[in-house]
């Protein structure tokens, strides 16, 4: 059985476990960032050496911040299924700064729910642990899957916080965001709603 860090946070929900990054986790997340079907909706899919630099950012955001993008572990499923978590936004925009919430599957386990659960433990950790104001996510209009889970997590968007991403050049096609976001009054809100247990 591989040693979890000391010092990781690690957020569980009913199937999934939100943990910080191992050395042998690159090579999932590799596969991952070279899958087509994964990196649909992103200017194009990563080689190793960039999925790496990917990673070493993740660990220095963790370093920094003490938060980041977990690793996302589905016992008995999947000892590396993907990321989700929190991050800074490293861009300006109208609405930052801002935390984002983000995630990226393996396409073989989509539709089965995992992203929506362990997002919950992201935003729950976000808002009860980091005591956050608020938090975002965005994504292209067309990324029908990750508007659907933002949906989900009580996250609401307006048409007029649409924006052009700003590490994308003018007129590409996949320019145009579209912003979610929750504050810590909306969750609390929806989190009354829901059965979701809490994390401790």
Known sequence: MTQRHPEEPLLQGPR?????????????????????VAMQHFPQCLTRAES????????????????GP??????????????????QVGFEAHFTP??????????????????TEAARCALDFGFLKLALPRIVAFTVPANARSLAVMQRLGMRSEMKDDF???RLPAGHALSLHRLYQIDQGAWRDWRR??????IS
């Open 164 to 166: 052009l991403h700003p």
């Open 16 to 36: 999934v476990v939100l943990r910080r990054w191992r050395a042998e986790d690159r090579e999932a997340l590799a596969a991952i960032n070279a899958d087509p």
């Open 193 to 198: 709603g829901e059965d979701f247990p809490l």
């Open 52 to 67: 790496d630099a990917l990673a070493d950012k993740v660990e220095e955001h963790f370093v920094q911040h003490g938060f």
């Open 98 to 115: 801002a935390v984002e919430i983000s995630w990226r599957l393996a396409p073989a386990l989509w539709g089965r729910g995992y992203v």
């Open 70 to 87: 977990w690793a996302l572990e589905i016992p008995g499923v999947s000892e590396m299924a993907g990321v989700v978590g929190l991050m």
